[in-house]
């Protein structure tokens, strides 16, 4: 075990110390200790950047069950290394901020950090394993930490409504995942990423190739919370605000994003591929923002707007595996679209961690998140409105910002489209630049509105729980540090190209880097007079009308029923399908024993007659058939006439006797056939159990004892004939086809000489097979302890009698 | 010659025997039906009997001894059903 592996667990090991730190030291806030683990995974993992940036890899193997295939291998590269360093670098931000948001004296701040830190591990592990089978572990892992910690105040209904709802989506897409992977396995013979890459272009043409694309694209929609499966994001907005800042906007719901890019070399070359990521991409984009400008609540407006922008980049994503068919070209102008996806996941952790801590001071120091009661915050919380402003123009793609970058490099890989020449884009294709373009102006909408509607306007203070003031600089420190970030980047953009950028393409895109294109990632902020600028333009005077007047037209989203809504639909889905599971048991439960014979029976009868009919297994073959003798043949009609009898008796004491009856001309029969061990025994048997029936018949109550012959029921006799039918035949047809001589020519050879005994059956009994004897003594004693217990025991509570 | 008679006295008995059924079955009282019961149980250990002649074997003797005692027994414990309504008493100093 490397150190590499130790750094991705060591968030695991560490999460054991965290009660004890907990209870041991009750005034220092457990968030400080927990503070150091993912600071020293960031500096650890900031020392691989030299490495990666010169497209070099670091792969470190563990055996894990090597027998299966399955090895913890850790693969660092610039993908891999790009989220390592967002989810360490954002997650101690997030720590620090936490310590000041959650108070030690009031929360069980062991089980939160227990939690976050069990998250950590497993996003390290979901982006630097390079094994799919380790890969999926650590993604359940993340999804029952985002669980736990969705649920994390778990006295509130909606909390736990929230987090039953984002594990049904997201283990549903798990699971999904993992179908998808065993098809990779089977296609490819390994679990490994790298190998699968190597495989890739034999991989497409193989059968199974289209339904692992489709199950492992399902695992990365419902991750990411692509559409319709982001609806489990907004109710995730339960959980305390780190938590949504961390987990909801820059690393688990990346996840799926990172496992598209991941498997992009893979998949890409197939046309399926790019439209379903690309397609599912820029509807997620457009409903996302569409429904962020409804929302009163400000995490909800940034729940929507993480949906939005995640759809932005998977449809980046998406769009950028149409580089892989233009090989030839000097100047990939497709491959701006992967750029613009790994520059664009950078620049939305930076601004949307720091706009859901804004979100959170606000919350903390006004008491509501309420927009419609929040206004005029700008004099009280002036940090706070230059984080938040900065944050949301970043968002909306307004220059100087590092959003404007991204969202230029959008338009430019959405404008793309028209110059492509595969898969029928040249036809629908023109509706991803229209729809970015409209998703972009409602994006503008909501991120003004997020600021101008808390910030400025009227203030309503009575209206708040809470007077408001400005943050504590403690709380101020993680936002500020992500803003500053925004900005950076913003100026200089290629600060990150070379270092970070650049490697992240190289492992989404390879194929490319070895057929000896370079990626030549350059961001600037002026294009020249573009079609993109244009767009930018428009967005910002039509985001700016459409905000002025968004009194006048926000009455169309009440003009959706609820129960068309996607929530909707989920709720109904969800107990129509409780009640109809509910419905579909009571039918057949009825908890009538005859009910379960019937099923019994029947089934009996379809498989073996089926079985029967299907293979053509019906033989009859006389040649081995005995004579038969006249006193048989009388015999056989007393049996059948006894039979008749204890079905069609009037009162229940004939069909007893008539029981008995059978009994005894069994017990004849096994005369007749010399069987005079079986014949004392059956003698006695019958006799009793004969009597023990009529002392059953002796106790019953009054009322039911003289209940005439049973009701004649259709279905009962088809099935009882039925049933006697396929007995019949199966033994007609076991007789004709007897393959060999029975072994019982053995028995009567060494029934003297080796078991010292003259009667044979005796001696298989206690000698040759002595064994079955033994428990079925067995079954006889716990028979007659079972009978005295439940004699003795009889009353209710043990009580004796 | 011996084989002949034999299947002629299992011919008989059987008669008997479907004579004695009707008894069991028809029989207006209990005490009819026990009588008849053991009666044909009787008759059974004869058939048995017949049939180990008819066979050639000795096995079936047991069978014939069995039959007798479970008759017996069976034939005791109706009785005493009959007589005191119960076949075990509880109570042994009554």
């Excluded at chain 1, 449809?315 to 679209?337: C, E, K, R, T, V």
């Excluded at chain 1, 048989?632 to 007893?656: Q, W």
């Excluded at chain 1, 035949?729 to 028995?747: D, G, M, N, T, V």
């Excluded at chain 2, 069995?66 to 008493?89: C, D, H, N, P, R």
């Amino acid at each position: 075990m490397s150190l590499l592996h130790l750094a991705i667990l060591l968030p695991f090991l560490s999460a054991v110390l965290i009660p004890f730190l907990f209870k041991g030291f009750r005034n220092i806030h457990t968030g400080w200790f927990v503070l150091l683990v993912p600071l020293v995974l960031f500096i650890y993992f900031i020392q691989y950047l030299p490495l990666t940036s010169d497209g070099n890899t670091v792969t470190k193997t563990f055996e894990w069950i090597p027998s299966l295939g399955i090895d913890f291998t850790a693969h660092v590269d610039g993908l891999g290394l790009l989220f390592a360093l967002l989810i360490t670098g954002i997650g101690s931000l997030v720590v620090l901020y936490s310590i000041y948001y959650l108070a030690k004296e009031k929360e069980a701040l062991h089980n939160f950090y227990v939690y976050l830190l069990m998250f950590m591990g497993a996003m390290l592990g979901v982006v630097l394993s390079d094994n799919l089978i380790v890969l999926y572990m650590f993604w359940e892992f993340t999804s029952i930490s985002s669980f736990l910690l969705i649920g994390y105040w778990y006295d509130r209904e909606r909390s736990r409504y929230g987090a039953q709802k984002s594990m049904l989506i997201t283990v549903f897409g798990g699971l999904s995942m993992l179908g998808g992977i065993v098809l990779l396995y089977i296609m490819g013979g390994t679990f490994s990423i790298q190998e699968l890459i190597n495989m890739s272009e034999s991989l497409i043409t193989d059968p199974l190739f289209v339904p692992a694309l489709l199950l492992i694209l399902l695992g990365a929609f419902t991750k990411s919370a692509q559409f319709p499966f982001h609806i489990w994001l907004p109710d995730a907005m339960e959980a305390p605000t780190p938590v949504s800042a961390y987990l909801h906007s820059a690393t688990m719901v990346k996840a799926g994003i990172y496992l598209v890019a991941r498997m992009s070399p893979v998949f890409a070359e197939s046309g399926l591929w790019l439209w379903l990521v690309a397609g599912f991409g820029i509807i997620t984009l457009f409903w996302g923002s569409f429904n962020a400008v409804k929302q009163t609540d400000l995490k909800a407006i940034l729940a929507y707007s993480t949906i939005s922008q995640l759809g932005l980049i998977m449809s980046l994503l998406g769009l950028g595996a149409a580089a892989l068919h233009y090989d030839q070209l000097d100047d990939n102008i497709y491959m701006i679209a992967t750029i613009a996806a790994v520059f664009h996941l950078i620049n939305h952790a930076t601004f949307k961690g720091s706009l859901f801590m804004m979100v959170g001071i606000v919350d903390h120091e006004t008491g509501t998140r309420d927009i419609r009661k929040l206004g005029g915050l700008v004099n009280l919380m002036p940090i706070t409105f230059t984080i938040a402003i900065i944050g949301s123009f970043s968002m909306a793609g307004l220059p100087p910002f590092n959003g404007f970058l991204s969202k230029e490099m959008f338009l430019t890989g959405m404008l793309s489209v028209f110059e492509l020449d595969l898969f029928n884009l040249s036809t629908w294709g023109v509706l991803f630049p229209v729809l970015a373009w409209i998703a972009s102006v409602f994006t503008f909408v909501y991120s003004i509105k997020l600021v101008f509607k808390t910030f400025l306007g009227k203030p309503q203070f009575d209206k708040l729980p809470k007077k408001p003031h400005e943050a504590p600089i403690g709380m101020l420190i993680s936002p500020i540090i992500l803003v500053s970030l925004v900005i950076i980047f913003g100026f200089f953009p290629n600060l990150l190209s070379n270092s970070m950028i650049k490697p992240a393409v190289e492992a989404i895109l390879p194929s490319l880097v070895d057929s000896g294109q370079t990626v030549d990632v350059n961001i600037y902020f002026w294009h020249g007079f573009t079609p993109e600028l244009f767009m930018t333009i428009g967005i910002i005077a039509v985001g700016a009308l459409l905000y002025a007047t968004l009194a006048k037209w926000q009455g169309i989203y009440n003009r959706i029923p609820e129960r068309f809504t996607l929530n909707g639909m989920y709720d109904a889905g969800l107990s129509l399908s409780e009640k109809g599971s509910l419905r579909l048991s009571n039918a057949y439960m009825t908890g009538f024993m005859r009910t379960y014979l019937v099923y019994i029976f029947s089934f009996f009868v379809a498989i073996l007659l089926s079985t029967l009919l299907i293979k053509d297994g019906f033989a009859i073959d006389t040649t081995d058939l005995a004579p038969i003798e006249f006193y048989e043949v009388i015999l056989a009609i007393i049996l059948v006439a006894s039979a008749v009898t204890v079905i069609f008796a009037k009162s229940r004491i004939t069909s007893l006797i008539a029981v008995g009856a059978a009994g005894y001309t069994v017990a004849l029969f096994f005369v007749l056939f010399r069987a005079p061990d079986l014949a004392l025994t059956q003698l006695v048997i019958e006799t009793v159990s004969v009597s023990l029936f009529l002392l059953c018949f002796y106790h019953f109550p009054r009322i039911s004892r003289n209940i005439e012959r049973i009701g004649f029921k259709l279905g009962n006799a088809v099935i009882s004939v039925l049933v006697g039918l396929t007995i019949t035949l199966i033994s007609i047809s076991s007789f004709s086809s007897r393959s060999f001589e029975s072994i019982s020519q053995y028995h009567i050879d060494n029934v003297y000489d080796l078991a010292a005994g003259g009667n044979m059956v005796n001696v298989i009994l206690v000698d040759f097979r002595g064994f079955d004897t033994l428990f079925e003594i067995a079954v006889l004693a716990i028979a007659a302890m079972g009978i005295y217990a439940m004699i003795r025991y009889r009353a209710a509570g043990g009580k004796e009698e | 010659m011996l084989t002949t008679i034999l299947y002629i006295s299992l011919a008989v008995i059987t008669l008997s025997m479907l004579g004695v059924l009707y008894r069991v079955i028809k029989g207006p009282t209990a005490p009819d039906r026990i009588i008849a019961l053991d009666a044909l149980g009787i008759s059974l250990i004869s058939i048995i009997a017949i049939f180990s002649a008819l066979l050639r074997t000795s096995a079936f003797l047991e069978v014939i001894l069995l039959f007798g005692i479970l008759a017996f027994l069976g034939t005791v414990a109706f009785s005493k059903y009959l007589e005191k309504g119960v076949i075990i008493q509880r109570d042994r100093n009554e």
